[in-house]
């Protein structure tokens, strides 16, 4: 054993096993009965073995949950939102009728009531922005980060997000953008006395109490939630969860229009604040890892796809930084599992440079027989059932669909059967047959 | 001076061009004239972005340098100048329940300077704005733009109220976006589905009976 042996000294491989032993073993989790013991020992280990490119006893086949439990349950997306107790309801029934082999708990599920004490504006939901009927939560994307703010973010990202980013995107936090830079050690502590007692930040202060109550009443729902369904045996979707540089500066501060015009007006400072982010996405991805089960990292992928930029603009803006924060992770142990929306049929080559059998491409619409031939025996592979196959489409076309995947992806093993972008509303049955797909079609024999 | 002109606004060199912007203000030259160069740069630009030389980056960036030398010049626009020949209308917008606007924007580009007179309505538009929009313009070319599942919907709802408006037999309608394919294109009873802007392009050329 090197559990003796300081965490730091291990090796990728050995921190990475240790991490999959704990996955396996569940050390503090009572399950409801020895099946269950079983199912979750066997739905682990098929996912460990596509990770590491091994062969399985049979494909495994992922469902992620999307908002679809709750249309599955006869209600809706703002119901869920705002009544915990419906939302406990439908993700408990979704769980137990899919037998997928990890089921995602419902913690992106936010509680509606939360977001609005705080005033949040990056996102628009139904009763909020959108139609009462909207079936997805939205997201606002605009400038939340200045073209000539990057050297304050360069400097003291914490300081940016606190004073600017912060009061931006939460109305409740507007009044931080009042209080002066961050920088003085001692003087921090008289700034937040001082803050508390001014009566412009008094809202605030009561929001967050609000927010905070509410925030509590949810979180044990979706705690007990989580709980429920890994005590039934089904591991959960994943542990921590990540951005690649060049979407965090997209999505989340200057927005694709502010983000692709850097590159022309200031790239040097765009590279540079990606840079700035690696250590601090690490950080935040691996702490949160390390609470969870799993050991896998999610990233979902949005601006660096074939149709998003060039070649040329993916080797200098997109993958180096990403590169970088993938190779941290594995270093870490943990297990990086990208979800590309959009096509990724010309980074495939780029992508391959990275350790073997460390991550997992999950793909929306990339061409799977070329992503198999290029990462094949390289890097565990899955995604491409469509939204619309499942939307449009038959249980009969979904399972044709699903052996030709299994037929062009599975050989060798380094394979998982799942959706290439969560789902809303389907015929449950199109879900039932990519699981029934998985266990009879799938079997290595 | 004029094609420097035109290859420095499509080679995307800002600072060069607007230099030569204001040196050509200053010089007294018509307002007219320089618009329409930065016309035949921005075709160059969609060009180079159908031959997938220019991606996205490019697109926006070519438009944050039109929008700059329209400020500069408009000042100097005489009311009487003339308006562009246009090939035809085009209406567009992401359907309703969605808010996505980068793929529908690039859309109104390549439209644009490839010479359609683009009606883009913006986002979460609902089928009865649309069919508005297509009674009031005559467009006989109806763009659907969504990113999400949801999309599948409103587009098929969108369809179906300019077939309850008597209008369907008028107008072509293509439709596209993230998740949207052939069986969306299907579902919805749209006329075509484009892959990308490009798709865009030649599909209301087609229609429009142009080169």
């Known amino acids: 054993m090197k559990l003796d042996r300081r965490w730091e000294e291990l090796t990728p491989e050995e921190k990475r096993e240790e991490r999959f032993k704990r996955w396996l073993s569940a050390p503090d989790v009572n399950f409801i009965s020895p099946e269950a013991r079983e199912g979750y020992r066997a739905r682990v280990t098929r996912i460990i073995k596509a990770i590491k490119l091994e062969i399985p006893d049979r494909v495994p086949c992922q469902i992620p949950t999307g908002s679809f439990p709750a249309y599955y349950c006869g209600l809706d997306l703002k119901t869920v939102v705002y009544d915990y107790e419906a939302l406990r309801r439908a993700w408990l029934k979704f769980a137990l009728d899919f037998d997928s082999d990890t089921v995602g708990g419902a913690g992106f599920i936010f509680g509606g009531r939360v977001y609005e004490l705080l005033d949040y504006k990056l996102f628009k939901w139904p009763g909020h922005g959108l139609p009462d009927d909207a079936s997805m939560v939205q997201f606002v994307e605009a400038e939340y980060m200045k073209s000539d703010e990057y050297d304050a973010f360069i400097n003291n990202p914490a300081d940016f997000m606190l004073r600017y980013i912060l009061p ?278 | 001076m004029a094609e420097d002109y035109v290859s420095l606004l499509a080679d995307l060199k800002e600072n060069e061009v607007l230099k030569l912007t204001r040196k050509r203000l200053d010089a007294g030259e018509e307002a007219m004239s320089i618009l329409n160069d930065s016309r035949k740069a921005m075709e160059i630009v969609g060009k180079r972005f159908t031959d997938g030389e220019y991606f996205l980056p490019e697109l926006v960036y070519s438009g944050e340098l039109l929008k700059e030398i329209t400020e500069m010049v408009k000042p100097h626009l005489s009311q009487s100048a003339a308006k562009v020949k246009r090939l035809g209308k085009v209406v567009i917008g992401t359907v309703a329940g969605d808010i996505h606007d980068i793929g529908l924007n690039i859309v109104d580009f390549v439209l644009d300077v490839n010479g359609f007179e683009v009606y883009n309505l913006g986002v979460d538009v609902p089928a009865e704005k649309f069919v508005a929009k297509v009674k009031e313009t005559g467009a006989p070319i109806l763009g659907l733009s969504g990113f999400l599942t949801p999309a599948f919907d409103a587009m098929k709802e969108t369809v179906e109220a300019l077939e309850a408006a008597g209008l369907r037999e008028k107008v072509k309608i293509m439709i596209g976006g993230g998740q949207i394919d052939d069986a969306v294109r299907k579902y919805a009873k749209a006329d075509a589905y484009g892959k990308d802007a490009m798709a865009a392009v030649s599909l209301a050329k087609e229609w429009i009976g142009a080169k």
């Open chain 1, 168 to 445: 931006r995107t939460w109305g409740a936090f507007s009044p931080l953008a009042k209080l002066p830079p961050m920088n003085s050690f001692l003087g921090i502590a008289f700034l937040m006395l001082e803050a508390a007692s001014r009566p412009d930040f008094r809202p605030m202060f009561k929001a967050i109490k609000e927010a905070n109550k509410e925030r509590a009443r949810w979180l044990n729902v979706i705690t007990e939630i989580s709980q429920t369904i890994l005590e039934a045996g089904y591991p959960s979707e994943g542990g921590g969860m990540a951005l690649a540089p060049f979407d965090t500066i997209a999505d989340m501060l200057r927005g694709t229009r502010g983000a692709v015009t850097d590159m022309y007006r200031q790239p040097e400072k765009l590279l540079e604040a990606m840079e700035r982010l690696i250590p601090l996405s690490l950080q935040s991805a691996t702490e949160s890892a390390n609470m969870a089960l799993s050991p896998t990292v999610f990233i979902p992928m949005h601006k660096g796809d074939d149709t998003f930029m060039s070649d040329k603009q993916f080797e200098k803006f997109y993958w180096p930084s990403f590169r970088k924060l993938l190779l941290g992770l594995i270093n870490e142990g943990l297990v990086p599992t990208m979800v590309v929306d959009g096509s990724y049929n010309r980074r495939l080559e780029y992508i391959k440079d990275l350790p073997k059998a460390s991550v997992v491409w999950v793909f929306e619409k990339t061409d799977m027989a070329r992503a198999k031939r290029v990462l094949g025996g390289h890097a565990c592979i899955g995604g491409n059932i469509t939204g619309s196959l499942l939307r449009i489409g038959t249980p009969e076309d979904v399972k044709k669909y699903c052996r030709w995947l299994i037929d062009t992806c599975a050989p060798g093993g380094g394979y998982i059967l799942t959706l290439g972008a969560s789902i809303d509303k389907c015929n449950p049955d199109n879900l039932h047959a990519i699981v029934d797909t998985a266990k009879q079609y799938g079997v290595y024999k």
